[in-house]
């Protein structure tokens, strides 16, 4: 009988409370197994994983046809402008089917990928990173994955202990020993036998040894996961507003890392170490009773699009105590934990660390929400680590879900954003994003033939807060409707017409089209001073550049102060290079910062565990080791993903296309 989703629904709150898998999840469980084992083709490449599956619905990337970005169907009407304030939480989207955990059946089979390579994405040294696509023999697009185990997610790490050679029984007696000459077990030792697993005779105290020791180990290992920054090339403020704008994903990147405490700890820490704030709550104290009630109930498929004001009301006692500037981190954190987890969630400590500025235009809330949003999904067990097994609509559902509530931690922080951010810190590469209707999913385009620019990016170090910024262009256009209307329409219009550019597999960067997407990045800045964004330091970063004639410039993210970028023209004379090196030596002089950093790579991934080194000496990651990370460059050299690389024993991705070949 097909299992509905009310009924796993209930399965899945019973077993939760149980803290166990309740027979009929176990039995809806085999029933997706055997699917899945009827539908897949056997092979010999699979690694015993404990695979979760599902049927979400699959992600809708609406594509966007180039009529849509045009003016006259990007008018103000048909825009939802939103303001400041909280609505209701809308759920739209229910999945038919909630998560399913599967275990490899351990017969070798795996699901055969119709396109798959282990490729990994190459890095430009330079500014931007061309990626292609590459076309399977049926015309489609493929993406690229990244061999890997998958995590044995909800199982428990005393799982781990009672496989392998020996009997069960075997196994788990001597590993209690083991760990019970190392501690004080809280019995006594004379305790009368029974019969134990597989008719053999174990001692009560044994049993006692293993109850033991599962609350002083984790429920499951450390581990990390990352979100790249992004630099928005066209449209921002605009996209607030329905119109659409071109992101694309930056090289720097937030990470986080989970360390998870033994059973008997049952609290939580929040630890942003770049803001300082360290927060622990009780975690059965939290208000899981309203989160959890049926009319509040939110879950990892449902896609909500505006946050709850009593949901909010109720976190408020839980975060009165935190006294910092970027609080609404921990809101953010705080409000997805209590949608997504339930009291019997794993005891943990989130640490995070970010190489991107804070409030500087380059989407690192976003990036850090994209984290957390990931790290609690992987945590409750509603996605499976990227890997050469994952179909490639699994791979959009698990972005789907992560993005979605990563969007849910954009509004914690910014109140109304549009979406463009969290989207591209999940799916990273490059896209033109529009949100129309805010009650439905946005549309996403995802640009295939990003081209490599050459790109500087400057920050002023002029703080400045997103939502504040966002809200004045409301004022504005409560005020000035019409003109701020048309303003928003020629944004639309410069997005529009770039998009054509940089979605063009003909662009050359070196000739007459890289004059035509720079003089756009100039129109675009000048119609976001007109809309009072602006600063005086990113009007002195355009004066430098565009003074000396290197390139065109303009502010990236809400403005306010943060940073700009300017598409550089190409080095041709000899005195071209020089004029570049002095102007990079005059913005330090005023205080500002230049980044050497790449465009269009990877979006959210994760490090399961987090281990580093090569196979025969990997060493754990622990949270001590990444505090101490002496800067960016130590959290980079620790943790980065460059440094690790992707693979099997490193970061991996959840990918959706290949880089075409050359
Ligand atoms: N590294 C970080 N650690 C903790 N919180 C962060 C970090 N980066 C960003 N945030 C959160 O994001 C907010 C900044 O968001 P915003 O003003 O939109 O800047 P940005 O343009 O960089 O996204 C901060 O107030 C804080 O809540
Ligand atoms: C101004 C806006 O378009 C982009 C904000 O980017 P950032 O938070 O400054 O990185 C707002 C949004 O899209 O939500």
């Known amino acids: 009988m097909p299992v509905s989703h009310e009924d796993l629904k209930m399965v899945d709150s019973a077993a939760d409370l149980l803290g166990v898998a309740s027979p009929s999840r176990k039995r809806a469980e085999s029933e997706v197994s055997r699917y899945y084992d009827a539908q897949e083709p056997a092979s010999s490449s699979s690694s015993p ?14 594509h966007i046809p180039d009529t849509d970005i045009s003016p006259s169907n990007g008018s103000s009407e048909t825009s939802s402008y939103r303001s400041g304030a909280v609505g209701t939480a809308a759920s739209t989207g229910a999945a038919a089917v909630p998560p399913l955990q599967r275990r490899d059946s351990g017969r070798g089979r795996a699901r055969e990928l119709p396109r798959k390579s282990s490729l990994s994405m190459p890095t430009a040294p330079l500014t931007f990173q061309h990626h292609h696509r590459k ?6 697009i493929s993406r690229i994955y990244t061999a890997a185990a998958a995590p044995n997610i909800r199982q428990p790490l005393s799982h781990e202990y009672l496989r392998g050679s020996g009997s069960p029984a075997q196994e788990s007696t001597s590993v209690a020993s083991e760990t019970l000459q190392n501690s004080t077990p809280p019995f006594t030792s004379n305790e009368a036998a029974r019969p134990g697993l597989n008719g053999r005779t174990r001692s009560l105290s044994r049993t006692r040894s293993l109850s033991y020791m599962k609350r002083m180990e984790p429920e499951l290992p450390d581990f990390m996961v990352s979100a790249p920054a992004k630099v928005i090339m066209y449209g921002e403020h605009a996209v607030v507003h329905g119109k659409a704008a071109i992101a694309a994903a930056l090289s720097l990147r937030s990470y986080l890392h989970v360390h998870h405490l033994p059973r ?44 709850d004001p009593e949901l909010l009301e109720a976190l408020q006692p839980f975060l009165s105590s935190i006294v910092n500037k970027y609080h609404s981190a921990a809101t953010a954190f705080l409000y997805v934990y209590l949608c997504l987890g339930s009291k ?10 970010s190489t991107i500025p804070i409030g500087a235009g380059l989407g690192s809330s976003a990036s850090i929400t994209v984290c957390l949003s990931a790290a609690l999904h992987l945590q409750s067990g509603m996605l499976v680590r990227p890997s050469a097994k994952l179909f490639e609509e699994e791979c959009a559902r698990q972005l789907k879900r992560i993005n979605d509530w990563a969007f849910v931690g954009e509004m914690c922080i910014h109140g109304n954003p549009s979406g463009v951010d969290n989207t591209v810190a999940t799916g990273g590469k490059a896209v033109l994003f529009r949100r129309g209707d805010y009650s439905k999913p946005p549309e996403v385009k995802r640009l295939e033939h990003f081209p490599e620019l050459p790109l500087m990016l400057v920050n002023t170090n002029q703080p400045r807060r997103t939502a504040e910024l966002v809200a004045a262009v409301h004022g504005l256009r409560n005020s000035h409707p019409t003109t701020c209307g048309l303003m928003l329409d020629a944004i639309d219009n410069v997005t529009a017409e770039a998009m054509m550019l940089l979605d063009n597999k003909h662009f050359r960067p070196d000739d007459s089209h890289l004059t035509r997407l720079g003089e756009l990045v100039r129109i675009n800045h000048g119609l976001l001073v007109s809309l009072g964004v602006s600063h005086p330091k990113l009007e002195r970063v355009r004066q430098i550049v565009d003074g000396s004639g290197i390139g065109w410039t303009k502010l990236t993210g809400a403005g306010g102060g943060g940073c700009a970028f300017s598409v550089l023209k190409p080095i041709q004379m000899p005195g071209d ?36 080194g090569k196979p025969e000496e990997r060493v754990s990651i622990t949270k001590e080791m990444f505090l101490a990370a002496d800067g960016d460059d130590g959290v980079e050299a620790l943790v980065g993903v460059k440094a690790l690389g992707s693979g099997r024993l490193a970061w991996g991705f959840w990918r959706e296309w290949l880089p075409e070949e050359a």
Request: proline fraction near 4%.
């Open 49 to 62: 994983s404990n695979d979760l599956l599902d049927g979400v619905q699959s992600l809708s990337l609406s």
């Open 264 to 307: 008997d700890n049952r609290t939580v820490t929040l630890h942003l170490a770049d803001i300082d704030l360290n927060h622990t709550w009780d975690i059965e104290s939290l208000p899981w009773d309203f989160f959890n009630s049926p009319a509040k109930k939110r879950i990892h498929f449902d896609t909500v699009t505006s946050l």
């Open 344 to 353: 019997h969630s794993p005891a943990a400590v989130f640490t995070l660390r």
């Open 577 to 612: 290079e020089a004029k570049k090196l002095k102007v990079e030596e005059t913005l330090k002089e005023e205080g500002m910062v230049t980044y050497e950093a790449t465009l269009g790579g990877d979006g959210v991934g994760v490090l399961w565990p987090a281990m580093h």
């Open 135 to 140: 076309n399977s023999s049926s015309g489609s």
